[in-house]
């Protein structure tokens, strides 16, 4: 069994900072890559940040320059560090893992329950 645990998320103020945290759990052979997306209400998902294991990075020109993604792969936990909040970056965030199973050699991908992020004064 795995999952993906997500937290961090809440009300804050335009300006302002939040770090989100995800950490996967259960019987885990490896991950892959681990990301963020966000739904905003009437929007499609969307890729906000991605990491490989071996750390190289990928993100949303929206958030480029304000959020930094970062992994502890011992910890099986990824980061996403948001600065200077915008009320646009109001959404829904999903954490995601690609991840094979402990005796297994298929990858897949899993998804967090996601945390509500609201940016508003």
């Known amino acids: 069994q795995v999952q993906l645990v997500e937290s961090g998320g809440g009300l804050v103020q335009p300006g302002g900072s939040l770090r989100l945290s995800c950490a996967a759990s259960?019987?885990?052979?490896?991950?892959?890559?681990m990301g963020w997306y966000r739904q905003a209400p009437g929007k499609q998902r969307e890729l906000v940040a991605a990491i490989t294991r071996g750390g190289s990075t990928n993100y949303a020109d929206s958030v480029k320059g304000r959020f930094t993604i970062s992994r502890d792969n011992a910890k099986n936990t990824v980061y996403l560090q948001m600065n200077s909040l915008k009320p646009e970056d109001t959404a829904v965030y999903y954490c995601?893992?690609?991840?094979?199973?402990?005796?297994?050699?298929?990858?897949?991908?899993?998804w967090g329950q996601g945390t509500q992020v609201t940016v508003s004064s």
């Open positions: 995601n893992a690609e991840i094979a199973r402990s005796g297994s050699s298929w990858y897949r991908d899993y």
């Open positions: 259960g019987s885990i052979f490896r991950i892959t890559t």
